[in-house]
């Protein structure tokens, strides 16, 4: 994985597709730990616990360290956490979340840091509103995370 942004294409199974950078820079391990293994086919849920946001679980190959932390989120961040529960007694379930509206990220336990690695398409937030909304009001729908292969092929020429 070279040192470049990635992009990946975020699609709802009600409607919405969107386009993010995963940013190497910031947060090269949690990059490659996503990329790894997408594509990533899960279920979104909405979080009231942080606000605006809808996260899912995937599971990495291993787990990554946490790098580019913060507590304050921005509109059309992608975000990584882990930790607040368990999906077996030696696993930890791992989050990818989105958010569509600027939070500060907590769980029942208070303020929680998660690590930012990536943020979607800059005109396309209005409709990620609309999205996050929607699974906020109608509940959850399968969301499929994967590599947009055609950028992703001319930024490793």
């Known amino acids: ?25 910031a947060a090269p391990d949690l990059c490659r730990s996503v990329w790894d293994v997408l594509p990533i086919e899960s279920v979104a849920t909405h979080s009231r616990w942080s606000g605006r946001e809808v996260n899912f679980q995937f599971q990495s190959r291993s787990l990554p360290k946490d790098e580019n932390q913060t507590i304050y989120t921005s509109i059309g961040e992608l975000v990584y956490w882990r930790g607040c529960y368990k999906v077996s007694d030696d696993q930890p379930a791992e989050v990818l979340a989105i958010y569509y509206g600027p939070e500060e990220s907590r769980s029942f336990r208070g303020p929680e840091k ?25 509940g959850t729908e399968k969301i499929r995370v994967e590599k947009r292969e055609e950028q992703n092929r001319q930024m490793d020429a």
Do not use: P, T
């Not at 690590?115 to 906020?136: C, F, N, P, T």
């Open 1 to 25: 994985m070279n040192k470049e942004n990635k992009q990946v294409m975020i699609h709802f199974e009600r409607g919405g597709s969107f386009k993010a950078a995963l940013n190497v820079q």
């Open 114 to 138: 998660v690590s930012v690695i990536g943020q979607i398409d800059y005109g396309q937030l209005k409709e990620l509103a609309a999205v996050g909304e929607r699974i906020w009001l109608h």
